[in-house]
C-alpha cells in the first residue's frame, strides 16, 4: 500500500473507526489512541489487502479486538468490582456487525446532515438529541414557527438524500 492510498484509506475510515471503538470504550481519547495504533500497525507492518470490502473488515475487527484488549487491561488494573463487563458480549459477531452498521449509518446520516443549510443543521441537531420546538426555539432565539418550518424542510430533504439508504437509518439508535 502506498503513502497515497494509506492517507486515502485513513481519511475516509478513520472517523467511523473512531466512532465505533467509542461504543467499546465510551472515551473518544481512549477510541482515537485505538485506531491511530492500528492504523500505524497497518503502515509499519506494510498489510496489504485488496479488496476494500476485506481491508474494512479487517480494519474494524482490529480495532474491536484491541478495544476489548485495552477495557480487559483497565479492568485488571482497576481491580474495580463494582463494574461488570462481560467481554463474550463485547467479541461476538452479532455485537460486531451491528455496531458497525450504526457506525456506517452515523457517518452516512452526518454525510447528508452536511448538506442541509446551517439554519436547519442545528435545528435538526437538537430535535435529534430529544428536545422539543419549545426548547429548541428559546435555544436559537427564534419563533416554534420557524423550528417547525425548519424541521419540515431539513427532513424533506433528508429523506431524499437518504431513500437509498433506509434500512441503516431505521436501525439507528438516534432516529
Known sequence: MNKKDYKVLFNTLYTPLCLFANKYLDSLDDSKDIVQEVFLKLWKKKIVIGDEAAMKSYLYTSVKNKSIDFLKSSYNKKKNLSVQIDFKDLESDAFLAREIIISEA????????????????KVVRLAMQGLSNEQ????????????????????????????????????????
Open 106 to 121: 452515523s457517518d452516512i446520516i452526518e454525510k447528508a446532515m452536511k448538506t442541509l443549510p446551517k439554519k436547519s443543521g
Open 136 to 175: 429548541i426555539a428559546e435555544d436559537l432565539s427564534i419563533s416554534i414557527n420557524t423550528v417547525k418550518t425548519q424541521k419540515k424542510l431539513a427532513y424533506r430533504k433528508l429523506r431524499e438524500l437518504l431513500k437509498k439508504d433506509i434500512f441503516l437509518i431505521l436501525i439507528h439508535p438516534n432516529l
